[in-house]
T-cell receptor, first 113, second 113 residues
């Protein structure tokens, strides 16, 4: 988890509320990724960013928006939370350019009631 | 679409047992296969395999790749309770200049004393 931080660690929302999950890295890398993890489902890619100012959809982007305003930070926004978005959210960053592995932040556990 | 299938989905053993976890994949333009360990927090990187038949080893953990039969195994010998975790395998695929990861659903390993 070194170099990747996420806030908040836990959050409870009511259906329809909005919130932003924050991810920051000090690894000075261009690429950043957002995943969600549900029981028995592994990790699924929501959105990723190849560089500052660019974002692309992953496997499960519906209901989410992202923003990459600078190289260090990549935020994930839920505009109108739904119970189906109850999950653990991880941000990830590769340790270098052209490498395959990714380092994961500590995660945000989100519950939508 | 890239596909990663892990088996078994869960496994319960006693301390001292040896376990073998399986990961099969279908991916266009194979580059590598990665193994992660996830305890009650973020996944941590274990191994990356790119060449068939070359074993990667770290202490009691070892892994090998078979590119002809499209699978990898992760072996853990003399298991300890601290090996209890979800083990994930993933394959990278290109998204422009970046590598997105497709994960399997994971194998939940429980090691009882």
């Amino acid at each position: 988890n070194a170099g990747v931080t996420q806030t908040p660690k836990f959050q409870v929302l009511k259906t329809g509320q909005s919130m932003t999950l924050q991810c920051a890295q000090d690894m000075n890398h261009n690429s950043m990724y957002w995943y969600r993890q549900d029981p028995g489902m592994g990790l699924r890619l929501i959105y990723y960013s190849a560089s500052e100012g660019t974002t692309d959809k992953g496997e499960v982007p519906n209901g989410y928006n992202v923003s990459r305003l600078n190289k260090r930070e990549f935020s994930l926004r839920l505009e109108s939370a739904a119970p189906s978005q109850t999950s653990v959210y991880f941000c990830a960053v590769p340790p270098g350019t052209g490498v395959y592995e990714q380092y994961f932040g500590p995660g945000t556990r989100l519950t939508v009631t | 679409e890239d596909k990663v299938v892990q088996s078994p989905l869960s496994l319960v053993v006693h301390e001292g047992d040896t376990v073998t976890l399986n990961c099969s994949y279908e991916v266009t333009n194979f580059r590598s296969l990665l193994w992660y360990k996830q305890e009650k927090k973020a996944p941590t990187f274990l191994f990356m395999l790119t060449s068939s038949g070359i074993e990667k080893k770290s202490g009691r953990l070892s892994s090998i790749l078979d590119k002809k039969e499209l699978f990898s195994i992760l072996n853990i010998t003399a298991t300890q309770t601290g090996d209890s975790a979800v083990y994930l395998c993933a394959v990278p695929h290109s998204g422009g200049s970046n590598y997105k990861l497709t994960f399997g659903k994971g194998t939940l390993l429980t090691v009882n004393p």
